[in-house]
């Protein structure tokens, strides 16, 4: 087995994805070096992944470290030079999408290629999935018969806000809209299956987003083979999706997915009396590898070591990046393109929106104002903010985000979280990375002692040992959402997660679910509900504590953990049958709330948690321990691991369910009783009536409509 060795340059959000999936390929991959111009982030990520070179340019990390392979993380209108460095100097390149902003670009990192020896290579991960390399030999063995009419659909949406930031929506620095940016991996794989391509028809439009670029984009794809596909780019679409679908002579073949599939995310429909065939087709190739960076490093480094070109290989990347030219050549020259009619001198070979927009010198559409009312009857808005996090409102007011692609350092296990958490007032009641336990995030499912591992963040209590600073501070990797919505007033949103450990070993899946509904007749308080079913894919038994289960007294914290504001401390708790304070560590109840002050105006808020009944699969009938504190600090944590041990099969399930009512103001333990109910009858939101209905008209992944 060869040790590749290999730098990563630009440490933005992407990096952190490349640095982990190259972890698992153990001996294979050995990161040497990163290179990033921001010397604090540089310094970060070099620390969580244990890079030793740090560098601030690239040549000098190329003279110093002779690398075998960069990853170039940097943004689209960097990849031209910095990729033609690598490659003039004999070292590998795989770069993120877009390779390029134009063709000619994408000539010059050939020329780049060709004279420098070294191989050129694009990230594009949804080709390397098994159930795609299924589809591509099934169809390669007849048993599907030729391809007929196909359906590549990236319908997504992202709202005005996302295009504050002032490099988006720009041609110069992302070189198109969704076209370049969002639906490129759907129709590359599209593009994988069906062949050649000949000639694209198409339409682009500036529909409502302040940008410059287009914010849809619709075209007819004709195919050598005699296919004919549609595929549309959309950043206007609430209830987003991915889907692609592929009509064969004998047999239908779908995938729906959001950002990523698995082997469970299609479905194959045989022509009837072509069922077995069909069926022995698909059964004949590989199996159980999802879409991810992960499964293309993996390809890559097989090519490298058998000195082949890596995957995918420029000129397959410029297939691709033609297609999105032709999309915007025949777009803006209402006229069909051909393949190879975008040659030197021609407007879109060194420009995608070659020479300008239909809309050009219009003026770019205002972002339409915040609503002086209810945007529904119930007043919530649901806002993709960016590609990290999701931001649920109420009357135009930001009630929380959920970040669910944080920037953590390793040491604060990098997962999900809820911060801001607001009242309907506005009241923050929340704290993010105090300096005391910068791993305490607003409200996030943590959990500290799993097994040798940590899923918190910071030092690990041992038996015999106490609190020490270990290399096993695991991350929760968001995969894809698979839900999102906003219908009768409630937010709907279901997550796709893998836990994976330091060392990068993948230990849970995790199904997570959450809900967010304002409260009928509380004009001033809201709820979160929150479920979380989490699979063992480690191989053996996992056992799940707490430090009280390693020894330590009164300290069985682990699960859904909330950080209450420093104003908080010496706050309130209630239970069903007491109030106080720190006194009722450990007590065993169906519901806890926690009242507190705010400084400045000195009003009060109130949270109150509740657990959902039959959490405890052994104790069906007993409610949960809790883990709560208002000195020094305000937290609480329904606490399932408190003073017992929980071990997971193999392939078993541990699911867990809790609501939180968030509201505004002292309600005493009458008002505290009412929030308890009213956060049980929310913790119906997530149950099976909607799966139900979900899966009738959403249609999950993998299902059959």
């Not at 949103?493 to 997570?512: D, M, P, S, Y």
């Not at 010496?570 to 304070?581: C, E, L, M």
């Not at 000195?602 to 948690?609: P, V, Y």
């Amino acid at each position: 087995m060869e040790t590749f060795r290999i730098a990563i340059v630009g440490t933005g959000g992407i990096a952190a994805t490349h640095a982990r999936n190259l972890a698992p390929l153990g001996g294979r991959a050995q990161l040497v070096a990163a290179a990033d111009i921001d010397a604090g982030r540089l310094e970060d990520f070099c620390h969580r992944w244990k890079i030793p070179g740090r560098y601030h340019d690239l040549g000098a990390l190329l003279a110093a470290e002779r690398p075998d392979l960069v990853h170039l993380c940097t943004p689209p209108g960097l990849h031209k030079e910095q990729a033609a460095e690598c490659l003039t100097a004999g070292v590998n390149v795989l770069c993120e999408k877009p390779p390029a902003l134009s063709l000619a670009d994408m000539d010059e990192i050939a020329a780049a290629e060709a004279a420098g020896g070294a191989h050129f290579a694009t990230v594009f991960q949804q080709r390397f999935g098994s159930a795609a390399e299924r589809l591509r030999g099934a169809l390669a063995s007849g048993a599907l018969g030729r391809p007929l009419v196909a359906v590549c659909n990236t319908l997504w949406y992202r709202a005005d806000d996302y295009f504050a930031v002032p490099w988006r929506g720009k041609w110069e620095v992302e070189g198109g809209g969704p076209t370049m940016g969002h639906g490129i991996h759907q129709f590359d794989l599209l593009l994988s299956v069906l062949g050649q391509w000949r000639e694209v028809t198409a339409v682009a439009a500036r529909q409502a987003r302040p940008t410059d670029t287009e914010d849809l984009s619709c075209a007819i794809a004709t195919f050598e083979g005699g296919a004919i596909a549609t595929v549309t780019n959309s950043l206007l679409s609430p209830r987003e999706t991915t889907y692609l679908r592929f009509d064969f002579e004998h047999a239908t073949v779908e995938v729906e997915h959001l950002y990523g599939y698995e082997d469970d995310s299609w479905t194959v429909t045989p022509l009837p009396g072509r069922e077995d065939e069909v069926r022995a087709a698909w059964a004949a190739g590989p199996a159980g590898r999802a879409c991810g960076h992960g499964v293309q490093f993996a390809a890559v480094l097989d090519a490298l070591e058998a000195d082949d070109a890596p995957p995918v290989t420029l000129r397959q990347a410029r297939d691709t990046l033609e297609f999105a030219a032709a999309t915007y050549a025949s777009a803006f020259g209402r006229r069909p393109v051909r393949r190879g009619e975008i040659g030197t001198g021609h407007p879109f070979h060194h420009r995608m929106n070659g020479d300008g927009a239909p809309w050009s010198g219009t003026p770019v559409p205002a972002p339409a104002p915040a609503p002086a009312s209810a945007p529904g009857a119930d007043g919530l808005g649901l806002l993709p903010d960016d590609v990290t996090s999701l931001r649920i409102t109420a009357h135009g007011r930001e009630l929380t985000r959920y970040v669910h692609r944080p920037w953590d350092g390793q040491l604060e296990s990098p997962r999900p979280y809820f911060h801001p958490l607001h009242t309907l007032g506005g009241d923050r009641v929340s704290l993010y990375r105090p300096h005391d336990h910068v791993w305490h995030k607003g409200i996030a499912w943590s959990l500290p002692n799993v097994e040798t591992e940590n899923f918190w963040g910071g030092p690990t209590y041992r038996r015999g040992v106490g609190y020490a600073q270990y290399d096993n501070d695991g991350s929760m990797d968001h995969e894809a959402y698979e839900h999102v919505s906003l219908r009768d007033g409630v937010v709907r949103v279901a997550e796709r997660l893998r836990w994976h450990t330091q060392g990068g070993a993948a230990w849970f899946t995790e199904q997570r679910r959450f809900a967010v509904t304002l409260l009928p007749g509380d004009a001033d308080a809201w709820a979160l509900v929150f479920e979380s079913v989490m699979t063992n894919v480690r191989g053996r038994p996992t056992v799940i504590g707490s430090p009280t289960t390693e020894g330590r007294e009164n300290a069985g914290y682990g699960g859904l953990f909330w950080r209450g504001p420093r104003s908080f401390t010496g706050g309130r708790v209630h239970t069903p049958d007491a109030s106080g304070g720190d006194e009722l560590m450990g007590v065993r109840a169906p519901w806890l709330a926690f009242t507190g002050s705010h400084d400045d105006h000195g009003r009060a808020s109130t949270l109150a948690f509740v657990d959902a009944p039959g959490n405890d699969a052994r104790n069906p009938q007993l409610p949960t321990k809790w883990f709560v504190r208002s000195t020094p600090f305000a937290c609480v944590c329904p606490a399932p691991f408190f003073d017992e041990e929980i071990t997971v099969g193999d392939g078993e399930r541990l699911t867990r369910r809790y609501a939180v009512v968030i509201a505004d103001g002292d309600r005493g333990r009458s008002g505290v009783e009412k929030l308890a109910q009213a956060g049980g009858e929310a913790l119906g939101l997530l149950g099976h009536k909607w799966q139900q209905e979900w899966q009738q008209e959403w249609r999950m992944p993998g299902e059959q409509r």
